[in-house]
C-alpha cells in the first residue's frame, strides 16, 4: 500500500497551493482521509480530516481557509489552502484508515510534502 503526496511547495504569504495524495495498493476500502503537519521540534498536529460519508473536520487554525475533500474513485484526497500564512510552513502528511478483506481498519501514512510560506 502507497500514499503518494504532492503539491507542496514555496508560495508568498497570502497565496495558494493544493496538496494531492493518492492510495495505491491491496485495498478494499478506505473510511477516513486526512492531513497533518509537522514542523522541527513539534509534534505532528491534525490539520484535517474527511469520512467516507464526507464529514469535513477542520483544526481551528485553518477554518475558512483550507478545504479537504475526496475522490473515492480514484482513492485520493485533496487540500486546497488559500490565504497561507508563514505559520502554516511545515511538511504535509497524508494520511487513511483501511482495510483489505483480511484486515481489521488500519491507519496509513504517507510520505510528506514539504510547505514553504515565503516572500
Known amino acids: 500500500v502507497q500514499l503518494q503526496a504532492s503539491g507542496g511547495g514555496l508560495v508568498q504569504p497570502g497565496g495558494s497551493l493544493r496538496l494531492s495524495c493518492a492510495a495505491s495498493?491491496?485495498?478494499?476500502?478506505?473510511?477516513?482521509l486526512g492531513w497533518y503537519r509537522q514542523t522541527p521540534g513539534k509534534q505532528r498536529e491534525l490539520v484535517a480530516t474527511?469520512?467516507?460519508?464526507?464529514?469535513?473536520n477542520y483544526a481551528d487554525f485553518v477554518k475558512g481557509r483550507f478545504t479537504i475533500s475526496r475522490d473515492n474513485a480514484k482513492n485520493a484526497v485533496y487540500l486546497q489552502m488559500n490565504n497561507l500564512k508563514p505559520e502554516d510552513a511545515a511538511v504535509y502528511y497524508c494520511?487513511?484508515?483501511?482495510?483489505?478483506?483480511?484486515?481489521?481498519?488500519?491507519?496509513?501514512w504517507g510520505q510528506g510534502t514539504q510547505v514553504t510560506v515565503s516572500s
Open positions: 495498493g491491496i485495498i478494499f476500502s478506505i473510511r477516513t
Open positions: 474527511i469520512s467516507s460519508g464526507s464529514v469535513t
Open positions: 494520511f487513511m484508515q483501511y482495510r483489505t478483506s483480511f484486515t481489521a481498519w488500519l491507519d496509513f
